[in-house]
């Protein structure tokens, strides 16, 4: 099997009421981590405005004839155990939910007393983390992105450097402070050299910024030596969610010569809590960028790899009744992607595992209200971003909320991750202080 194997009929309609314009039809179906009213921490899948819990369904054998028949993989407080079963099981079991969940399926919609068991508000339940990531890399694959950045601190004639048309940049990050919507995190601290003739400064970030990205979750893993090509790499890949990794320039600034991003990225990367089946962003490939000068045979691939998927930075001050969007861009412009970043991760014959978590970069289009931080949609703090309140903003300041959001748009439905929401809150120098 592979993914396309598991699209669902975009004319199908779910029993259950779904807008057009919902992100969570049935030809969605992302999976998340959800707590019911009773403490039990669950897997389950979004209909609409409601939480299917797969662990009821499968106790009440509505999962027979899938790979996950007789494995309790859903009563679970992560995905994991369900990514390790690979893409055989993973479309197994979304083709008969989808079957379950069809309008002329009556096995589910009149069984009353399994259906109020198994369907729950969204709104009743708390979401958590989806899966248990034990390594995070992030990589640099915008090339308006990276051009921009280019321009601002190096030769604006030549703001790429020599390797970056070559080859998918990336590095390893911090896979313990990886947050999920909802969860604040406290300005970080650090040091940073505002005034370039003299010694560094210690103290809270003055530059807070926000990266709007897209992540993929890899299923399963490969063997230690065993590099994943680029034909092989869709059939690792489980899901995509909507990524903010954070980041402080400042502090970046300062100590990212010689070995790159560490305290400066390392506080805080956010994530959506529900995990989109890339089987569910099949209808919007797209063709990708042109890579020139061609790259090298193991990143050469086949098919369209690119994703139509339109995505959007929100920003509400402390003192805004309403959020503002400050970004519109698009999937579709990374000019490395998904299968290019993985084969190149493995190409060395790294491992990667179950629930490893891969950021696509800052995604950044070419116009200026498409570009994908502050840094850029400010230009460097030149160019304030004037709010509805009356306030600017050249980076975040405390009690700011950053909300990401991010669709497919389909023929008469709408594949959505749902929102990514996040507030900053003040700076904890005085346990920095204590410490000392």
Not at 155 to 184: C, E, F, M, Q
Not at 212 to 232: A, K, R, Y
Request: with cysteine.
């Amino acid at each position: 099997m592979n993914y396309q194997s598991a699209m669902i009929d975009r004319r199908w309609r779910s029993w259950y009421p779904v807008a057009e314009d919902a992100e969570f039809p049935l030809q969605n179906l992302p999976y998340g981590v959800f707590e019911r009213a009773d403490g039990q921490v669950r897997v389950g899948v979004a209909l609409g405005d409601q939480v299917v819990d797969l662990a009821e369904l499968q106790a009440a054998g509505l999962l027979a004839g899938t790979p996950a028949a007789d494995k309790n993989l859903f009563d679970q407080s992560n995905l994991n155990l369900f990514l390790e079963q690979g893409i055989d099981c993973w479309t197994a079991v979304r083709m008969r939910l989808a079957e379950l969940l069809r309008a002329d399926s009556a096995v589910l919609r009149d069984d009353v007393r399994l259906r109020d068991r198994a369907m729950i508000p969204q709104a009743a339940v708390q979401m958590f983390m989806p899966v248990r990531i034990g390594n995070y890399v992030d990589f640099y694959s915008s090339r308006e992105h990276a051009s921009n950045v280019g321009k601002m601190f190096r030769d604006p004639n030549k703001p790429l450097l020599p390797n970056w048309l070559h080859l998918p940049v990336g590095y390893n990050g911090r896979a313990s402070s990886v947050i999920t919507s909802g969860v604040n995190f406290h300005r970080p601290c650090g040091q940073f050299n505002a005034d370039e003739s003299g010694p560094p400064s210690f103290g809270p970030t003055r530059q807070l910024d926000i990266e709007l990205e897209v992540g993929f979750i890899t299923g399963t893993g490969n063997s230690l030596s065993v590099p994943i090509t680029t034909w092989q790499a869709a059939n690792h890949i489980f899901g995509l969610v909507l990524l903010n990794d954070w980041s402080a320039r400042d502090i970046q600034k300062w100590e990212y010569v010689p070995l790159g991003p560490f305290l400066g990225k390392s506080f805080a990367t956010s994530i959506s809590p529900w995990v989109v089946p890339l089987a569910a962003l099949e209808p919007f490939r797209v063709a990708g960028p042109l890579q020139d000068p061609p790259v090298l045979p193991y990143l050469q691939y086949e098919g369209d790899w690119a994703y139509d998927l339109q995505l959007e930075v929100w920003l509400q001050t402390a003192r805004m009744n309403n959020p503002q969007r400050i970004c519109r861009t698009d999937f579709k412009y990374m000019y490395w992607n998904m299968v290019q970043q993985l084969a190149h991760m493995t190409v060395n014959g790294t491992n990667v595992q179950s629930g490893d978590l891969y950021g696509s970069g800052t995604v950044s289009g070419p116009t200026p209200d498409s570009f994908g931080s502050l840094l850029e949609l400010c230009w460097k703090g030149t160019q304030p971003i004037r709010l509805s309140s009356g306030e600017e903003r050249r980076f975040l300041e405390d009690g700011d909320t950053v909300i990401l959001r991010g669709w497919g748009q389909g023929e008469g439905f709408r594949v959505g991750f749902g929102e990514l929401r996040t507030t900053v809150l003040p700076a904890k120098v005085n346990v920095v202080a204590e410490n000392q």
